[in-house]
C-alpha cells in the first residue's frame, strides 16, 4: 500500500481502483477502509468511479445488445415461419395420408376382407343394375363428383342388396361346409360298427 | 502523434533501474507463462525489461506485505499472478512512447474514458474537457525539469487499468469542485435552534455525548466507513454494496448491526459513568438537537493509523 505525493496521504488512484475492484488482499483492503471511514473526499472519488464503471457497464450492454440484434424483420421471422411451414406441410401430409388410407379401408372394404363372395356379388349386383361403374370395376366409392345425388342413393341400396345377398351366400356356405362336418358322427359310428362287426368276428373265430 | 520512442533516462523509459530488491529474482516459469500471456513484446518490450517492470511492481509494495515483512517465494508469486499483467504492459510501452501501444490504447481506452469522464462530471462539455486534459497528460504533453512526464508510471498493476483511470478523473475532478466550490458551513447554518424546553440536564447531555464518542470510535474501520457512506454522504445501500463487493441486503444488515451495537456500547459507557440503567435509557431518549455531537468530526478525529504514519513522513 502506498500513498501517493500527488494526494498528500490519501491512498493513489491505484489502491482505491483496486479496493473497489476486491483486487486487494485483507490487510491492504482494511488500510483503505480504514481510511475511507474517516476521509469525505476518497469516499467521494470511490463512489463516483464506481457509478462511471457501472455507467459504462451499462453502455456497453446495450451496445451488445444491438451488435447482437438482428439485420431486419426477415431474419426475425425466418426464426418463426420456416419451422411453422414444416409443421403445417407435415400435418398436411398426414391428413392426405389419412383420408388416402380410410378410402382404401373404409367400411364397405371392411366387409368385402371378410366376406369376399359377398362384396364380389355385391359388385356383380351394382354391375349388373347399372349404377355405376366406378364401383362395378373396382368396388370402390367413386370420387366423381358429378355423381348425382339419386345415383348416390340407388347405390346405397344396391349395396344394401348386395350385403343380404352375401349374407345369404355365406349362409349357404357354412350349411355347405357344415354338412361334412354333420356326418362325420354317423360316419364315426359306420366306423365304430365296423370296428364292432371286426370284435365279433375274431370273437367268433375264437 | 505519438511522443517517439527513446532510450532516455530511466525515468523516460518507464524502467527505473536498480529499484528492485538485489536478492528478488522472478522465477523464470513463472515469467514465461506472464510474458506469453501478456503479449508485451507486441507494444517492443524485451522480455529483460518486461521482468524489470514486474519486480519494481512487487518491490514498491512490497508483494502487498507491511514494510516490515519479508515475502517468501510463494507470496512474491502469489502477488505477481494477481497483477493485471497485460495492463501494466500496455501501460508501460505507452509510458515508453511505442506508437503501437498508443493506437491500441487509443482503441480500446479512449471512448471508455471520455464516457467515463461524463459520468463522473454529469456533464458532457466538462466531462470532455477532463478527459481531453488527462489524455494529455497521459500523452506525456506536461513536462518538468525538462522531462516528459507520464501519469501512466504510476500505474502498478494492481487492478485494471482502466479502474486506474475511473479513479484518476474521479480524483482530479473532486479535487478540482472541493478547490472551487464556495463551502458553505451547512451543518452551522442549518443548526436547529435548542429546545428551551428541554428536560434533560447539562450533566447528562455532557455523560451522552462523551458515552457517543466512545461508543462510535471504538467501532471496527468497515461499520465506520458504513455509518459515513451511509449517513454523511447519503450514499444508497446499492451504491455502498457495490464499492464493498458485496450485495445491498448485506450492506442494510452490517448497518442495522452496526447501529444497534452502538446503541447498546452507549448504554454501557452511560452506566459506566455512573448512570443508573433507567436513567442511561431516559437519557438516549433527549432531544438529539440538544446535543453537539458532529459524527462527521467524530469519524474524522479516529484517523487510521496507515495513512497517518504516511502523512508524518
Known amino acids: 500500500m502506498t500513498a501517493t505525493s500527488q494526494h498528500g496521504f490519501h491512498p493513489d488512484a491505484e489502491s482505491l481502483s483496486a479496493f473497489s475492484e476486491q483486487a486487494l488482499n485483507e490487510r491492504e483492503r482494511m488500510e483503505v477502509l480504514a481510511h475511507l471511514a474517516v476521509c469525505g473526499r476518497c469516499r467521494q472519488v470511490v463512489a463516483l468511479a464506481r457509478e462511471a464503471a457501472d455507467a459504462g457497464e451499462v453502455t456497453a450492454a446495450a451496445r451488445l445488445r444491438k451488435t447482437n440484434a438482428p439485420d431486419s424483420w426477415w431474419k426475425q421471422w425466418r426464426l418463426v415461419w420456416v419451422p411453422t411451414a414444416v409443421v403445417a406441410a407435415f400435418a398436411a401430409a398426414s391428413i392426405s395420408v389419412y383420408i388416402e388410407r380410410s378410402d382404401r379401408h373404409g367400411p364397405d372394404t371392411k366387409i368385402a376382407e371378410q366376406n369376399p363372395d359377398a362384396e364380389c356379388n355385391a359388385a356383380f349386383g351394382a354391375h349388373a343394375n347399372g349404377a355405376s361403374k366406378g364401383r362395378a370395376s373396382g368396388c370402390r366409392r367413386s370420387r366423381d363428383p358429378a355423381l348425382a345425388y339419386g345415383e348416390a342413393r340407388a347405390l346405397r341400396r344396391t349395396r344394401a342388396t348386395a350385403r343380404a345377398g352375401a349374407a345369404r351366400s355365406c349362409c349357404a356356405n357354412a350349411v355347405r361346409v357344415r354338412s361334412p362336418r354333420a356326418q362325420s358322427p354317423s360316419t364315426w359310428s359306420c366306423a365304430s360298427a365296423g370296428s364292432h362287426a371286426r370284435a365279433a368276428t375274431d370273437v367268433s373265430r375264437r | ?313
Open chain 2, 1 to 313: 502523434m505519438a511522443p517517439t520512442e527513446s532510450a532516455g533516462s530511466a525515468d523516460e523509459t518507464g524502467i527505473p533501474s536498480g529499484t528492485g530488491a538485489p536478492d528478488c529474482v522472478l522465477d523464470s516459469a513463472l515469467a514465461d507463462e506472464l510474458w506469453l500471456g501478456c503479449d508485451a513484446a507486441r507494444w517492443g518490450l524485451t522480455r529483460d525489461e518486461f521482468e524489470q517492470i514486474l519486480l519494481d511492481a512487487g518491490t514498491a509494495q512490497n508483494f502487498g506485505l507491511p514494510e516490515a515483512t519479508t515475502a517468501t517465494r510463494s507470496q512474491e508469486k502469489t502477488f505477481f499472478r494477481g497483477l493485471c499483467v497485460a495492463d501494466l504492459a500496455l501501460a508501460r510501452a505507452c509510458a515508453r512512447g511505442n506508437e503501437r501501444a498508443w493506437e491500441h490504447f487509443l482503441a480500446v481506452y479512449r471512448q471508455p474514458l471520455t464516457r467515463a469522464a461524463i459520468a463522473i462530471t454529469g456533464s458532457e462539455t466538462l466531462g470532455r474537457d477532463l478527459a481531453d486534459q488527462l489524455y494529455a497528460e497521459l500523452y506525456g504533453l506536461s513536462v518538468r525539469d525538462g522531462q516528459r512526464r507520464c501519469p501512466l508510471l504510476s500505474y502498478r498493476g494492481r487492478g485494471s487499468l482502466m479502474g486506474w483511470l475511473r479513479t484518476t478523473l474521479a480524483q482530479r475532478h473532486v479535487d478540482h469542485y472541493r478547490r472551487t466550490r464556495r463551502e458553505e458551513p451547512i451543518e452551522e447554518l442549518d443548526a436547529p435552534a435548542p429546545d428551551p424546553l428541554s428536560q434533560t440536564p447539562a450533566r447528562e447531555l455532557s455523560l451522552l455525548e462523551q458515552a457517543i464518542e466512545q461508543a462510535v470510535s471504538s467501532r471496527d474501520a468497515e461499520e465506520r466507513f458504513l455509518l459515513a457512506a451511509y449517513y454523511l454522504d447519503e450514499q444508497t445501500l446499492l451504491e455502498i454494496g457495490r464499492v464493498l463487493g458485496v450485495h445491498e441486503a448485506t450492506v442494510s444488515r452490517r448497518l442495522h448491526r452496526a447501529t444497534g451495537q452502538i446503541r447498546k456500547q452507549i448504554l454501557k459507557n452511560l452506566q459506566r459513568n455512573g448512570m443508573s440503567r433507567r436513567a442511561a435509557q431516559e437519557a438516549m431518549g433527549a432531544d438529539p438537537r440538544d446535543l453537539e455531537v458532529n459524527l462527521k468530526k467524530l469519524l474524522q478525529n479516529s484517523q487510521s493509523e496507515a495513512f497517518q504514519e504516511q502523512a508524518a513522513s
